[in-house]
């Protein structure tokens, strides 16, 4: 990661210089250092001859991460050739590969070109002469512009002429890279979401279904996550494929955050609440789908989503409906435009009149009313029937992102104005009857289709496109819901409820219901909410962890919870198989350190309450829901609700102290010779720490000085960075570090020592591993196992790494030493 790092300097150094509209207007954002280093590790394929293509390099920030992730896997050769027209990054750039090449060595070279990339790959393509020059790269990583591209400029003319056709330069550096792939080449980019619906992408999502085979996509749960510190509010995705290969499985991950980092237990690149499926292609694309639309569905519940609303099959050319971008551009009408309604003008809906009903007027800047003039006439519509109005502008962050209003024509005159910034459904530029237009009413309120409409919805605004590319439900089936409403407003929950009890009937109730989970997450959400949980634990982790720890199912009901004690992976598996959300392996200590810990201080769960002195790391540790807790929350829902839980959180913080006090009378005391005070974690794991530092140290390393004390707990660490730094070693992660560190100044020597219950000792591996992680130490360093008896040892034994040392707390005067010229020393 050396060579990320830093890239990461240059990139934060040329940012500052970058001017902030310019940046905007070229759409330069350049990549942080967890996402190129993420984007790197999904390369399957780096053998010993590499040739990557990097267009809008930037500061050269992915090329590096590229070239960090080649030199750990052994590749032999490389060859980059990089792209940039920005002056202010190309500097930086040269820097940046400058390093890289002093890193990899003679065989290693670079081409930074200061050209257009579109222009130069178009013309390259293009060319009849050139074609066996084309595909020339074996992998492609970029991060390219955003930005929209006018039919009538060089970009779209040039990529025309190379057989391209793409409305945005994104989509285009994308297409050319794909031409320029070798057969089972691998590229990976992070892209806007946008691409996966709409007319407009349709050419590009057929080169990218039909020339590669998708093999894993990244989505993130919040538009701002990505590129947050440059303000921009993108729904982004990872994207990667290989060309010329069949089509196989899709790996789909996603992530709150990009904190992306490399996972210690498991050395694979995660994030924070990373979740992980593996779909077919079918499920991402429906065959059927003339258009190609792409639909990333996260988990299985979002799945769900996709098959319950599969038995409407209508569209709207089947139902003679249209709906059109509200036709009334204010600003080329506006001579015409009105602040009020006067004798030679009709009324202008604006998106601020709509609000689940029309409100009009509204006192304000914007008009209320629009002129009948000869400019404006064309785009007016007759003031008759039923519209339904849509306001084309929504982000992912909104509760809802479709939200119809139904209009009935009830306002003054024979036109009415719809403005540009509102989709309006219609029936040839007339509104509906009111029984087609109140079932419509309800079926595009409903959350169904507003979940529906996330999985494949990529723009912040909503367009009359992605509207036309949704099913319907039958004629008959929206007239006979909308007979039912009449006048009357519907809460969220009845329009869902009408939704439900349609499909219900077409499936015969065969069909899973996904909002029922939804229902109860957000349900244990609110809970989490009035106990009192921090902003923090406020997700959909501590919600589900709630209701495995109630055994709660969507379907079930909260006056039968049970208190089941649950280890952190047994919560997991319960979170996959009831509400299929998948979790990342390697997200368990989020789970433990970000969720259950805080549960535990809340009083919300108990930790071990089957035997408190379980150690730690045992895999027996477990959690359950404390019984006061449970007691109440059976009454979640009932009338007596309310008070009990007022009653209970008047006694919390008597019943969290109860528990702090029961778990530190099994803690286990330790005074350093420094005079610090420390408590550590019950369990055998812990005592050998202690007996390490009170009997080992003594006798073996007097007066030496206690650098690190992994404590199991946690909260305990102990962890001298500064004077561990001083003496040449720095540590970014606790966790590479042995359980005690300990530095004898007499000898010049650093002890390190692997307390062993139930991990392993200092074998080879691990022998290896610490000599990695301490090769600049200045002092000389010894290996200890220690062990709590000679029993555990006997089964360790052959595993045991040659010049190290073995001690044993139930014999603490005596040492093992396996081989070597010393008795105790370094060995060189």
């Known amino acids: 990661m050396r060579l990320l790092e830093l890239a990461e300097q240059n990139r934060k150094e040329a940012n500052k210089l970058l001017n902030p509209k310019t940046k905007s207007a070229l759409g330069q954002f350049m990549s942080p250092a967890p996402i190129c280093l993420f984007m790197a590790s999904l390369f399957d394929s780096l053998k010993s001859d590499v040739k990557l293509l990097d267009p809008g390099s930037g500061v050269g920030s992915l090329s590096a991460a590229f070239i960090d992730r080649a030199l750990s896997l052994g590749v032999k050769r490389m060859e980059v050739d990089l792209y940039e027209i920005e002056d202010v990054m190309l500097p930086f750039l040269d820097k940046t590969l400058k390093y890289c090449a002093d890193n990899f060595g003679k065989n290693f070279s670079y081409n930074i070109n200061k050209k257009d990339y579109i222009i130069e790959a178009s013309l390259l393509i293009g060319n009849i002469f050139n074609r066996d020059e084309v595909a020339s790269y074996s992998h492609v990583i970029m ?3 955003y930005k929209k591209i006018l039919s009538s400029s060089p970009h779209r003319t040039s990529m025309s002429n190379a057989g391209i056709e793409t409305v945005n330069l994104y989509s285009g550096f994308v297409a050319l890279a794909l031409k320029q792939l070798k057969p089972e080449g691998e590229l990976v980019a992070i892209i806007p979401r946008s691409f996966c619906n709409g007319p407009y992408y349709q050419p590009f999502r057929e080169q990218l279904l039909s020339e590669t085979a998708i093999k894993h996509i990244h989505i993130f749960d919040s538009r701002n996550t990505v590129f947050g510190e440059d303000e921009v509010l993108q729904e982004n995705i990872i994207i990667h494929c290989v060309k010329g290969v069949p089509q196989g499985e899709v790996t789909i991950t996603s992530s709150p955050t990009a904190d992306f ?26 065959p059927a789908d003339k258009q190609k639309f792409i639909h990333i569905a996260a988990s299985p519940r979002e799945q769900d989503i996709i098959e319950r609303l599969s038995p409407f099959t209508s569209t709207l050319d089947d139902l003679k409906i249209q709906v059109s971008t509200g036709p009334v551009v204010s600003f080329r009408l506006k001579e015409d435009l009105r602040e009020n309604l006067d004798s030679e003008s009709v ?3 604006f998106p601020q009149h709509l609000n689940g ?29 039923y519209f339904l109005i849509i306001k084309r502008f929504s982000s992912k962050e909104e509760k809802r992102r479709i939200v119809a209003t139904l209009y009935d024509s009830s306002l003054p005159g024979e036109l009415i104005g719809f403005e540009n ?21 309800i079926y595009l309120n409903c959350t169904l289709l507003d979940k529906y409409y996330r999985q494949f919805g990529g723009h912040t605004q909503i367009n009359a496109s992605d509207l036309r590319s949704i099913h319907y439900p039958s004629l008959e089936i929206l007239r006979k819901m909308g007979n039912e409403l009449d006048d009357e407003v519907l809460s969220q929950n009845q329009i869902d409820e009408i939704i439900n009890r349609e499909l219900d009937m077409m499936t015969e109730g065969k069909a899973t219901d996904p909002l029922k989970a939804q229902e109860k997450i957000e349900q244990s959400l609110h809970i989490l909410r009035l106990l009192g949980m921090p902003r923090a634990q406020l997700n959909e982790r501590s919600a589900l962890t709630l209701l495995a720890l109630l055994d709660l199912h969507p379907d079930g009901e909260w006056s039968k919870i049970q208190r089941p004690m649950l280890g952190v992976t047994p919560i997991m598996d319960w979170c996959r198989d009831v509400y299929g959300k ?11 350190r970000q969720t259950l810990h805080q549960f535990c201080d809340g009083g919300i769960a108990l930790y071990n309450p089957d035997e408190p002195g379980r150690p730690v790391n045992s895999p027996k540790a477990c959690y359950q829901i404390a019984a006061e807790l449970h007691t109440v929350l059976l009454k979640y829902g009932t009338s007596e609700w309310e008070t009990s839980l007022k009653e209970h959180m008047g006694n919390i913080s008597t ?28 369990g055998a794991h812990s005592q050998l720490i202690k007996d390490i530092i009170v009997e080992f140290g003594p006798r073996f390393a007097p007066d030496a000085e206690v650098i690190y004390i992994g404590d199991t707990g946690a909260k305990e660490d102990y962890f001298r960075k500064e004077r561990l730094a001083e003496l040449g070693v720095t540590v970014n992660r606790k966790g590479k570090l042995p359980d005690v560190v300990l530095y004898w100044e007499e000898r010049n020597w650093l002890l390190l020592i692997e307390s062993v219950t139930s991990h392993g000792p200092v074998d080879s591996k691990r022998h290896g591993e610490l000599a990695k992680l301490f090769a600049n130490a200045k002092p000389g360093l010894v290996y200890v196992t220690a062990f709590p008896d000679r029993k555990l040892m006997a089964k360790y034994l052959i595993e045991l790494s040659w010049e190290t040392e073995v001690w044993v707390a139930d014999a603490p005067t005596h040492m093992i030493h396996l081989n070597g010229d010393r008795f105790l020393g370094p060995h060189s």
């Open 421 to 441: 910034k509102t989709n309006v459904f219609h029936i040839r530029k007339t509104g509906m009857d009111a029984d087609l237009a109140r079932g419509l009413y």
């Open 357 to 385: 009903k029309v409100q009009w007027p509204l006192a304000g800047k914007k008009p209320n009313a629009i002129r009948v003039s000869e400019s404006s006439r064309p785009w007016l519509w007759n003031n008759k029937g």
């Open 143 to 145: 991060n390219p512009p």
């Open 582 to 592: 998948e979790y990342a392996p390697n997200t368990r200590e989020t789970f433990r």
């Open 347 to 349: 009324p202008l809906l």
């Open 261 to 286: 980092h490399l996972d210690d237990e498991t050395g694979q690149i995660t994030a924070t609440d990373m979740t992980q499926r593996k779909v077919s292609i079918d499920k991402i694309v429906n």
């Open 655 to 682: 019943l969290v102290e109860q528990y702090t006090m029961a778990r530190k009378m099994e803690m286990i005391p330790l005074k350093l010779n420094d005079g610090t005070d420390l408590t550590l974690s019950p």
